[in-house]
Structure formats: C-alpha cells, structure tokens
C-alpha cells in the first residue's frame, strides 16, 4: 500500500507538468488553427495553406534543410563515434565534444557571425593564400555548417553507445569467418548499431525542421523553413491563427518521421 501511494506521489508531478506544458499548449495551438481572428470555427487556414505554393515550398526547403543536416551529421558522427570506441581515455574525448553543448546557443550562433564575416577567422585563412574576401554568411553552407556544429553531439554520443555494447567477439568472429571489413560493416556493425543510429536521426532531424533563429542569424532570408514563417505570423504579422496552422502541420510531420524512424527493422538471414 505504501509502494502505491510512493507511485502515485511521483507520478502526480509528472502528469501535472505534461499537461500544463505539453497537453495544453498543443490543445491551444490546434484551437487557434481552427478559428479565425474572431474565433469562429474555420478550416480556411488548413486550406490555405495547402494551397499556396509558398507554404508547400517552405515545407519542402524544412525537409530538405533538415535532411541535408542529418546527412553530414550523421557522415561525421559515425565514424568519429566508432573512432572514440576504439582509443584509450575516450570520456576525455567524449567530455571535449560535449562541452560545446554548455556554452548558450545564441553565444556560439554570434561566434560564427564572426568567424564567417568578411574580416573573420575564414576570410583571413583564405587571405593568406591570395583568396577573399568570400561572403560566407547568408549562404546554405554556412547553416548547414553551423547547424552541424551545433548538433553533432546529439548524433555521436547515441551511436557511440550502441557501437559500445556491441560485443567485440561479434565482430572478430565475423572477421576470423572470412568477411570483409565491409562485409563486417554492413552486416555486423550496422545493424547492431542501427538503434543509436535511430534515435540520433530523431535528434537531429526532428528539430532541424523548426529551425528559426539559425535560419535568420546565419541563413540570413535565403532559408526560408517553415520555423521561420512561424516565427513570422505570431512575432511580426501577429497573425496567430495562420501561425498555428503551421505549427500544427509542423507536429503532425515530427510525428510521423518519429513514426517512420521508429519501425522495428526486421531480422533477416544474411550471407555473407
């Protein structure tokens, strides 16, 4: 009896807290999608939306944007994370590439203004070679790369612990069989270690499509996603109800790749 009520007691909090900030916000958002300024019902925002092409194509450049930073992420993050598997002392590393993590976003966001403006660390580099200066703010490499930066221990420390409980003995029987060390890969390490692959796709993926504040500071109004015509329908246009339209399309695209990234892969048979 007392375990029950111990249960409870935590459980109280918990289910206060996902209600007040979880569950009624999203009631409150889906609410303003459905009304108009003068808070009748209306589907007309839904409807919009869908057919303006400037939406579609802001959705669009989301996914694409997103896609493209999961992508390099990913690239970079697992070879280092197998990497950092594999050397001595690798918490020493491991506490390097968190670090970044605790310094305020907006702080290393400035940073890169820095670094990417005409006079910044880049621009210098290149000038010793005769070359610049070369505007690297406001272009889709500069998000991409900061984006990367930024979200790259998101993606590292779930694949290197997937590829840490691997067991080693695995891997050398697949090697003393006679596989390759691409054989090895694809049909030993990848697939053992496909859950940290997973949740650091959900990581990274997920957020980047709502990216805002990178896409105005870095992106400059060349990336357009739809976390920045968010931002512009409830900060600028005040136009809540088209704003939580967006929003709400925007949660509806998280859950299904959260569902698409989620499937149980199937075990199959492999020859190597």
């Known amino acids: 009896m007392t375990d029950k009520k111990t249960r409870t007691l ?12 979880v569950i009624l916000p ?12 003068s808070h009748h019902f209306t589907l007309n925002n839904f409807v919009q939306f869908f057919r303006n092409g400037i939406f579609l194509r802001m959705m669009l450049n989301s996914f694409w944007y997103a896609f493209l930073i999961t992508l390099v992420t990913l690239l970079i993050s697992y070879p280092a994370a197998y990497f950092l598997t594999r050397v001595k002392n690798s918490q020493i590393w491991l506490l390097l590439i968190i670090l970044p ?21 880049f621009n210098q580099f290149l000038h010793l070679f005769g070359i610049g200066p070369v505007n690297f703010l406001f272009t889709d490499f ?55 692959v997973e949740s650091g796709i ?19 109004n060349r990336v357009i996603t739809l976390g920045t015509a968010i931002e512009e329908y409830f900060m600028t246009t005040m136009n809540w109800n088209m704003g939580a339209t967006i929003g709400v ?17 199937r075990r199959k048979k492999v020859n190597l």
């Open 10 to 21: 935590f459980i109280v909090p918990y289910l206060l807290w996902i209600i007040l900030f």
């Open 26 to 37: 999203m009631l409150l958002i889906l609410w303003y999608s459905l009304t108009d300024s």
């Open 101 to 121: 993590t605790w310094i305020n976003l907006l702080l290393k966001t400035y940073a890169f203004i820095g670094i990417f403006s005409n006079g910044g660390l």
């Open 142 to 196: 500069a998000f991409i790369f900061v984006a990367t930066y930024i979200e790259i221990p998101f993606m590292i420390l779930p694949i290197y612990s997937a590829i840490k409980d691997i067991n080693p003995a695995v891997v050398q029987a697949s090697e003393d069989l006679g596989a390759s060390r691409w054989q090895t890969f694809k049909y030993i390490l990848w697939p053992l270690s496909w859950p940290g």
């Open 202 to 220: 959900q990581a990274i993926f997920i957020p980047s499509l709502s990216l805002f504040m990178l896409t105005r500071l870095i992106g400059g």
């Open 249 to 265: 399309v925007l949660i509806f695209l998280m859950v299904v790749v959260m569902l698409i990234t989620g499937r149980k892969r």
